[in-house]
């Protein structure tokens, strides 16, 4: 009985997976994949392999701990994909410690000069989750003590917008929200300013990527789940 339930959830679950991918195909191309599974900060892709700076951050049981320590900065950068129409960067990842560690906490930068016209960063202020850029500073949400989700996309050289764990918060920035031109987590755009926390997986795109193809953590166990339920009554089957 209880695995005609499994059998049954597990069924409708996949079916409405599947037609969750099916009608929200990506069309972009991944630039850039870092998922520390293999105990480093190299891309996935090949093409930007991070570098750490000030001893980085530790790697182990694929997550990058960033300890957010002012006296002892630590971050990981390499040189980007530069300046693009479009584009979409999406992270999951957890604080550490107080979610309000203080002001312009960086999470993921894309330059070392604020006042440049392509320059953007992913920070914690006050304990909220925001991006700014030179066009403003938008609010993405607080953190929620487990991994969150934040999806930033570059929707055209004039706007973009912004999810968080699944749902967009910001429909439109209104203005260019900058560049490729860099790539660094755990750190601001001046290098002088870090958040603790705990980065899971950063993928960069080179256009825009429709985020419901992105799946969030629980999805991924879900559809685990699923799978070897089916799997499991496959076998049943077969024995029976």
């Known amino acids: 009985m209880l695995l005609n339930h499994v059998r049954t959830f597990s069924i409708a679950l996949l079916a409405s997976t599947g037609l969750l991918l099916s009608t929200s195909s990506a069309f972009a191309t991944a630039l850039?994949?870092?998922?520390?599974?293999?105990?480093?900060?190299d891309d996935l892709l090949g093409n930007y392999d991070l570098t750490a700076v000030g001893g980085g951050p530790a790697i182990a049981?694929?997550?990058?701990?960033?300890?957010?320590?002012e006296g002892s900065p630590s971050f990981l950068e390499s040189s980007g994909f530069g300046g693009n129409p479009t584009w979409s960067v999406a992270l999951r990842l957890r604080a550490d410690g107080a979610f309000d560690q203080g002001d312009f906490q960086g999470i993921f930068s894309n330059n070392n000069s604020p006042a440049?016209?392509?320059?953007?960063?992913?920070?914690s202020f006050g304990g909220i989750y925001q991006l700014r850029t030179l066009g403003g500073t938008y609010?993405?949400?607080a953190p929620t003590g487990g991994f969150d989700s934040i999806v930033v996309r570059k929707l055209s050289s004039?706007?973009?917008?912004i999810w968080y764990n699944g749902v967009q918060?910001?429909?439109?920035?209104?203005?260019?929200?900058?560049?490729?031109?860099?790539f660094r987590l755990g750190t601001n755009r001046n290098t002088n300013s870090f958040y603790a926390f705990t980065l899971d997986t950063v993928r960069v795109y080179d256009s825009v990527e429709n985020?419901?193809?992105?799946?969030?953590?629980?999805?991924?166990?879900?559809?685990?789940?699923?799978?070897?339920?089916?799997?499991?009554?496959?076998r049943s089957a077969g024995l029976a």
């Open 211 to 234: 985020p419901a193809v992105i799946p969030e953590p629980s999805s991924a166990l879900f559809i685990g789940l699923g799978l070897m339920a089916l799997a499991t009554h496959r």
């Open 158 to 161: 004039s706007d973009g917008d």
């Open 61 to 69: 049981g694929g997550y990058a701990q960033f300890s957010g320590a």
């Open 32 to 41: 850039a994949e870092w998922n520390f599974d293999n105990g480093t900060a």
């Open 139 to 141: 609010t993405i949400g």
């Open 169 to 182: 918060v910001v429909s439109s920035l209104g203005s260019n929200p900058g560049g490729l031109q860099n």
């Open 116 to 123: 440049a016209n392509y320059s953007w960063q992913i920070e």
